[in-house]
T-cell receptor, first 110, second 114 residues
Framework: GEDVEQSLFLSVREGDSSVINCTYT??????LYWYKQEPGAGLQLLTY?????DMKQDQRLTVLLNKKDKHLSLRIADTQTGDSAIYFC??????????FGGGTRLMVKP | KAGVTQTPRYLIKTRGQQVTLSCSPI?????VSWYQQTPGQGLQFLFE???????NKGNFPGRFSGRQFSNSRSEMNVSTLELGDSALYLC?????????????FGPGTRLTVL
């Protein structure tokens, strides 16, 4: 089966940029997603990128995709304390099935 | 538009019982997917329904089943509950046409099995 991998933890200072990395294995994935989960809540769709794109920017969020290396990253500019959460990357498999990474816990220190 | 709603939000059951969870997708969305989230296994795909038909199924035992109604609302059922079924169950709603549609998640139902 396919595996999506993420580092477990990232700590940054408020105002700095955060970069969360993800590697995936299904080369046929058409879309790749980033979701945010706050404590006790469901998943919030942050952004997604189509596999024929290299980069997508949406306000403070920048997604970079290196399809050759199957590497995806999410950059959050000017990170705020409200950005503290768990971030999941996911790849789109058959139909609408998503395979998720294990999540990266982002801690933002004031 | 209203978001994805799931009921109930919290549920406590005992081993051997069965449980039914409900999900109402965003208006106009025809695809509903279900996921199980546990600390040990993370987020795992259960199944997807589109236009009342199961389109994809994850690697879960037959105790886990689901269905979708003509108004796109979906239910999932877990029979003969085990302690390991304790989890956050999330449903996701999408328009459902082809791959790569945006999927919007509900707040989840937290199931505790005692």
């Amino acid at each position: 089966g396919e595996d999506v991998e993420q580092s477990l933890f990232l700590s940054v200072r408020e105002g700095d940029s955060s970069v969360i990395n993800c590697t995936y294995t299904d080369s046929s994935s058409t879309y790749l997603y980033w979701y945010k989960q706050e404590p006790g809540a469901g998943l919030q769709l942050l952004t997604y990128i189509f596999s024929n794109m290299d980069m997508k920017q949406d306000q403070r969020l920048t997604v970079l995709l290196n399809k050759k290396d199957k590497h995806l990253s999410l950059r959050i500019a000017d990170t705020q304390t409200g950005d503290s959460a768990i971030y999941f990357c996911a790849e789109n498999n058959a139909g609408n099935m998503l395979t998720f990474g294990g999540g990266t816990r982002l801690m933002v220190k004031p | 538009k209203a978001g994805v709603t799931q009921t109930p939000r919290y549920l406590i059951k005992t081993r051997g019982q069965q449980v039914t969870l409900s999900c109402s997708p965003i208006s106009g969305h025809r695809s509903v997917s279900w996921y199980q989230q546990t600390p040990g296994q993370g987020l795992q795909f259960l199944f997807e329904y589109f236009s009342e038909t199961q389109r994809n199924k994850g690697n879960f035992p037959g105790r886990f089943s689901g269905r979708q109604f003509s108004n796109s609302r979906s239910e999932m059922n877990v029979s003969t509950l085990e302690l390991g079924d304790s989890a956050l169950y999330l449903c996701a709603s999408s328009p459902g046409q082809g791959r790569g549609n945006e999927q919007f998640f509900g707040p989840g139902t937290r199931l505790t099995v005692l």
